[in-house]
């Protein structure tokens, strides 16, 4: 009779990083469950952890390598499948240079470190400017701002969530999202824990969202206006004397020139337009101020917005000019066992090259993705013919979606490296699919570094690779010896030679070099993780800056001001679109798992009931959303959650799609929110999108209307708002 077995691993689902107790019988999966003995997660899993097990068995995942003819797909050899590519992507090259070929990334390629360690080499070996990844629709501000002020992008200041007495939390959801750029498995005890400690959690969002029902504070704020709030808290700390660098002294460069140029942003000027008052405003920096263990922490809505750079950078300069940096219940930097800014290279960078169209610079070796459509659809030189996507799915999570389908389709070659034909693979050649999660082993390079304590565990694999799939680092490994076939001997010596090694072996050598001198055996000796301890001040010798001194006033920074001072006359637009998560939902991609779609259709938009009323909506169940580039049609779902004036979507829907095999999505498809975000709305200083604070209009939509599909058959009735 068949033994039940229990394995232990991490989840690599999102950045929480949950220790799982996965129990099989017979190669089957009988249950999943939190590890409790887990040091960072404890026993916490989310409902996306169960549906692991639904991607382990999903009749749509890709088990071969597919070649698209027309509309077929038909099974090709793995050999024949990585010599087409190379030679397709290597000829287009030939032919029209470098830039040709694009590669765009999605979100899962940091969370699988095969793809980490094995995906750069061959982008290099690509030697294409033109490289996107979501990361200029997520984070790039975050990276710049510690570019910038800590001489490295990925030295990130993480909030001592554990010992902390007084959280500020803007544009962050970490009830729903688990935590960003703050790896806190378990955040409803983590955050309980902060007011039985006697502390406090402040919330500033236009949203009353999961995280803000749990918080002691909550404001709304206008979208896009959190520069504005944040330069005029930077500014009172220093009017009312509140400043408190003694812990810092001499380790900061740039202090008086924060000083000067903030100081115009009183709270009395920003208030009108931020939609909170003066006083409030003061209040809320002093009460901040007031406790030694404090941090202010800035997530997705302060970073896909106009400011998202002078957000994150604000952020940073106020935990340090009040002594709320690199001290405990502060802003603290990690000390990670695989250090990811022990060498400088991939400190960084800005304007090395530019996009050919708009001429938009490159920050960090990639361009903001914005601009992808239309370096396709732009003719041309260096126009992109050609295109890589790994674990990506632009079509639903970059702006102007519809726009880039038009650029996908005429491609002369794409090739995606996916588990499925989605939204965005379905334009592609050929499909390389990987192993999903449970076949292969894990190790969070990049979430281990930002978590909120220092842990280290290793996942070996629970089951062999599906049918005919390999790693996403074999494919990135085999796809490099196919394009380097000319290269130096050298060249494919090393590439070779690591192929060989595989990512287990290059693991243990980035442990043994990591500040921890841990070993990759260690780690397998130990299935729950090993506890690295807490948080630690490490300053100023962690500082990546040639000096070691930490750069309060970038001058990037200092100039975007001047924008900043201009947004303070600019009307307010009468209705802007904001996006929200969903628990149930990652991103573009776990739709298809029936376990998360049970329930009520998720994809609506939230509306203040003012606005019902202004928007001349009453009695309608559903309507149009129209924004510069395009509308779609949306459920309505009224609420006071969300503040007069802001309308919420969740992203990553929109499975109406044709030709996607993706047959439970298909049944919920939603709209994309992404069909309305527009391209050209960015953040001027990061560049990254400014996806919040979209102008939209809406239109009622009979309810005799019926939708066919999810194309528009509804007659509308008229625009009452004229936004944007
Ligand atoms: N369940 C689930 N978890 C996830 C994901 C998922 O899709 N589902 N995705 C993962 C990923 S890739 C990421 S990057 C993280 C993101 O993690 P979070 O940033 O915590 O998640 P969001 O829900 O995007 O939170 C953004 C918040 O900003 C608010 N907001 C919008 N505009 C503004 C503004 O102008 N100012 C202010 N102050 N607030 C604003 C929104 O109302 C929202 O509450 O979540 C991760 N975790
Ligand atoms: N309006 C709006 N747009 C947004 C956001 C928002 O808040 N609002 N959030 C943005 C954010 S934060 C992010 S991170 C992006 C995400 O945007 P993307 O990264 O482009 O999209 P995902 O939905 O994460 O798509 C992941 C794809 O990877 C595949 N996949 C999953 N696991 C693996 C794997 O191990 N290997 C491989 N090769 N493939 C795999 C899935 O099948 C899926 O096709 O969306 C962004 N877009
Ligand atoms: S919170 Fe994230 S890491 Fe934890 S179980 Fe859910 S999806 Fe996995
Ligand atoms: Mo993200």
């Known amino acids: 009779m068949a033994e039940t077995e229990t394995h232990y691993r991490a989840c690599n689902l999102c950045e929480a990083i949950c220790g799982l107790e996965i129990k099989t019988r017979d190669g089957a999966i ?11 997660s404890r026993g916490h899993i989310c409902p996306k952890a169960v549906a692991l097990q639904d991607i382990h068995n999903d009749p749509d995942r890709l088990r071969h390598p597919m070649l698209r003819r027309g509309d077929d797909w038909q099974r090709i050899s793995w050999d024949a499948a990585f010599d087409l ?12 240079g470098n830039d040709a070929v694009a590669v765009y990334l999605g979100n899962p390629n940091v969370h699988n470190y095969g793809s980490l360690l ?9 030697r294409t400017h033109n490289r996107f990844s979501a990361t200029s629709v997520d984070q790039l501000p975050h990276h710049l701002s510690s570019y910038t002020m800590f001489g490295h992008q990925l030295l990130l200041p993480v909030p001592d969530l554990d010992r902390t007495r007084h959280l500020l939390v803007l544009g962050g959801n970490p009830m729903v999202s688990n935590g960003s750029m703050m790896t806190s498995p378990d955040i409803r005890k983590r955050l309980k824990a902060i007011g039985q400690r006697g502390g406090r959690i402040v919330v500033i969002d236009p949203r009353h969202t999961e995280t803000a029902r749990l918080a002691d504070e909550h ?5 896009g206006t959190d520069a ?3 330069a005029a808290w930077v500014a009172t700390v220093f009017e009312e004397g509140l400043d408190d660098l003694a ?45 030694p263990e404090a941090v202010c922490y800035g997530r997705m809505g302060v970073s896909v917005q106009e400011f998202g750079g002078l957000c994150q950078w604000l952020i940073n300069v106020l935990n340090v000019i009040t002594g709320h940096f690199d001290r405990p219940g502060g802003a603290m930097f990690s000390r990670p066992a695989v250090d990811l800014v022990a060498r400088r290279h991939g400190a960084g960078s800005w304007g090395r090259w530019k996009s050919r169209v708009r001429g938009l610079p490159e920050i960090g070796g990639e361009l903001p993705v914005s601009v992808l459509a239309e370096e396709m659809l732009t ?10 996507t790994s674990a990506g799915n632009p079509v639903l999570s970059t702006p102007d979606g519809r726009q880039l389908e038009k650029g996908l389709a005429e491609l002369d070659f794409m090739v995606s490296i996916d588990l499925y034909i989605n939204e965005t693979t379905r334009h592609a050649h050929l499909i390389l699919p990987p192993t999903a999660a449970l076949e292969h082993d894990h190790y969070d390079l990049v979430f281990n570094a930002l978590a909120v304590r220092n ?10 690779p599906a049918a005919d799939t390999r790693h996403d680092w074999q494919i990135f490994s085999q796809l490099l010896r196919r394009v380097q076939r000319n290269a130096k001997l050298k060249y494919r010596f090393e590439t070779w030679a690591m192929g060989k090694m595989g990512p287990a072996r290059v693991l243990d050598r980035l442990l043994r070099q990591g500040p921890h001198g841990l070993r990759l055996k260690q780690l397998q000796a130990k299935p729950h993780g090993v506890d690295l301890g807490p948080l630690e001040p490490c300053m100023p010798k962690r500082l990546r800056t040639p000096d070691r001194r930490l750069r309060l006033a970038p001058q990037k920074m200092i100039e975007d001001l001047d924008r900043l001072t201009a947004r303070l006359d600019r009307p307010t637009e009468p209705l802007v679109l904001i996006s929200r998560r969903q628990m149930r939902s990652n991103n573009s991609w776990m739709h298809n798992y029936s376990r998360l779609m049970r329930g009520k259709d998720r994809c609506t938009l939230l509306i203040h009931p003012e606005d019902v009323v202004t928007h001349d909506l009453e009695g309608s169940t559903e309507v149009e959303v129209t924004s510069r580039v395009g509308s779609i049609v949306v459920p309505l779902e009224v609420s006071r959650e969300v503040m007069p004036g802001v309308v919420s979507l969740p992203h990553g829907w929109g499975h109406h799609r044709p030709e996607i095999q993706l047959s439970t999505a298909a049944q919920h498809p939603g709209a994309s929110i992404n069909d309305l975000t527009d391209p050209q709305r960015l953040d001027a200083l990061s560049n990254n999108a400014a996806l919040s604070g979209l102008p939209v209009t809406l239109k009622a939509v009979r309810c005799e209307t019926t939708a066919v599909g999810h194309e528009i058959t509804a007659v509308g009735r008229e625009t009452v708002s004229e936004a944007g």
């Open 247 to 291: 812990h810092l002294e001499g380790a900061c460069d740039g202090l008086a020139e924060v000083r000067r140029s903030l100081a115009p942003f009183t709270a009395e000027l920003v208030a009108p337009m931020v939609g909170i008052e003066a006083p409030t405003i003061r209040r809320l920096v002093r009460d901040f101020c007031a406790v």
């Open 228 to 230: 504005l709030l944040l």
């Open 455 to 464: 842990t280290a565990r290793y996942s070996p694999a629970l089951f062999p």
């Open 85 to 96: 590519a190379a030679d397709k992507l290597l000829e287009l090259q030939r032919r029209h």
């Open 379 to 388: 003719p041309g030189d260096g126009q992109i013919r050609g295109l890589l």
């Open 118 to 126: 094995y995906g750069p080499p061959l982008l290099r070996a690509l």
């Open 219 to 223: 404001h709304f704020v206008r979208p």
């Open 30 to 40: 009988e249950s999943i469950r939190g590890d409790t003995q887990d040091p960072l």
